[in-house]
């Protein structure tokens, strides 16, 4: 299947073309569940195929058609709220145990190899813990926390 998609590099070029995925579907709203470390596009200006590699992307588009709105204004229903400084997660691990718990809602959750995980159990021995991300099955949020309610479970 060919999908149409704008290709956003972080040298701010831009690049407007087709991906080609194995899915026999001719349903648009279908797309892919994950991104290949090197994708090819044919360009839609039909000249040669561009390769380029995930991690030079800002983001990867799949969308309806080439030409954009420029009075189209994203919706964005919370930029009133504050953020939260936790999020109360729930881990599974590839070996079946459940833990839950909270992190930092941060964009290390994001980039960094491991992430720490600070327990919810006011009797467990453990203070808080660095989980690699390779060690999970399911990564789970069950929600946001304030930081005042952190500081009450330490007090």
Do not use: C
Request: without cysteine; proline residues 6%; aromatic residues 10%.
């Amino acid at each position: 299947m060919l999908h149409n998609v704008v290709v956003n590099l972080k040298n701010s070029k831009v690049l407007y073309g087709y991906y080609r995925t194995d899915t026999n579907s001719h349903d648009p709203s279908i797309v892919p569940n994950d991104l290949p470390v090197s994708m090819t596009i044919d360009p839609q200006d039909g000249g040669p195929a561009v390769t380029f590699r995930l991690e030079d992307a800002k983001a990867v588009f799949f969308v309806n058609s080439f030409t954009g709105s420029p009075a189209q204004q994203d919706v964005r229903f919370f930029d009133t709220l504050s953020i939260h400084p936790f999020l109360w997660v729930r881990l599974t691990f590839q070996d079946g145990e459940i833990m839950e718990g909270r992190v930092s809602n941060d964009i290390d959750l994001l980039t960094k190899n491991a992430f720490q995980l600070f327990p919810v159990d006011e009797l467990t021995n453990n203070r808080s813990l660095f989980v690699p991300k390779t060690s999970l099955s399911s990564f789970q949020i069950i929600g946001l926390l304030e930081a005042q309610a952190i500081q009450r479970e330490v007090a």
